[in-house]
């Protein structure tokens, strides 16, 4: 199984940006399809993007699409999400996930972080 671990999460105004962190411990995190999924008080988790098995393959909900990027460096077996663009919408607890099965919906990934919160002031 694989630990996750996120960070840089904070305060910041709309339209600035962003960089969360995934850090993975106990496998190695290429073989593992990870998610970025955020949920806001009062609303179920949701789906944001996706990385598969190649760094190439990425997948985005239409919320955020071109304004996140999701992306992985091997070497220090970590996903991130760049967030540019920030909206007060974004404001959320987000938590990367990895799973066998290149998916977006959150029940299908298995291992879990903690979460980061990201607050976005208009």
């Known amino acids: 199984q694989v630990q996750l671990v996120e960070s840089g999460g904070g305060l910041v105004q709309a339209g600035d940006s962003l960089r969360l962190s995934c850090a993975a411990s106990g496998r190695t995190l290429s073989s593992y399809a990870v998610g970025w999924f955020r949920q806001a008080p009062g609303k179920e988790r949701e789906f944001v993007a996706r990385?598969?098995?190649?760094?190439?393959?990425?997948y985005y909900a239409n919320s955020v699409n071109g304004r996140f990027t999701i992306s992985i460096d091997n070497a220090k077996n970590t996903v991130y999400l760049q967030m540019n663009s920030l909206k007060p919408e974004d404001t959320a607890v987000y938590y990367c996930a990895a799973g066998t099965i290149l998916a977006v919906t959150s029940t299908m990934y298995q291992y879990w972080g903690q979460g980061t919160r990201v607050t976005v002031s208009s």
């Open positions: 990385i598969g098995w190649s760094a190439t393959d990425t």
